[in-house]
């Protein structure tokens, strides 16, 4: 007979408090896990180099040479995230490609708004 003790990983793992998380676990670890990121910001710097390294076919991926820093990468989410609330959910990635790309977000976010 094998037996496991999988308690000592339940300690840090998080647990929905609220009943509206129940049946959303994936919106529920998407929101901890995103307030854990912010909170630490050193945490951040091993997702920035990969976002920054990312390329695919030679063709850079996610962010651009604009994006330099962790301050940078949050202003530009939080200007990306304004700009797509104006526009119609199905709206093509082609239409807003280039408003994108200047302000430092490449190919990789979706295909849609």
């Given at each position: 007979?094998?037996?496991?003790?999988?308690?000592?990983?339940?300690?840090?793992?998080?647990?929905?408090?609220?009943?509206?998380?129940?049946?959303?676990?994936?919106?529920?670890?998407?929101?901890?896990?995103?307030?854990?990121?912010?909170?630490?910001?050193?945490s951040l710097h091993p997702l920035l180099a990969f976002l920054k390294v990312h390329c695919h076919k030679g063709k850079?991926?996610?962010?651009?040479?604009?994006?330099?820093?962790?301050?940078?990468?949050?202003?530009?989410?939080?200007?990306?995230?304004?700009?797509?609330?104006?526009?119609?959910?199905?709206?093509?990635?082609?239409?807003?490609?280039?408003?994108?790309?200047?302000?430092?977000?490449?190919?990789?976010?979706?295909?849609?708004?």
């Open positions: 007979v094998l037996e496991l003790d999988f308690e000592p990983f339940n300690a840090s793992f998080p647990r929905p408090t609220l009943s509206k998380y129940i049946g959303n676990g994936v919106e529920f670890l998407n929101r901890h896990l995103s307030a854990k990121l912010f909170h630490d910001k050193e850079n991926m996610m962010l651009n040479d604009r994006i330099r820093n962790l301050d940078s990468l949050q202003y530009v989410l939080r200007k990306a995230e304004e700009f797509l609330s104006t526009l119609k959910p199905d709206t093509p990635y082609s239409e807003f490609e280039h408003k994108f790309q200047e302000i430092g977000l490449e190919r990789g976010w979706g295909d849609t708004a």
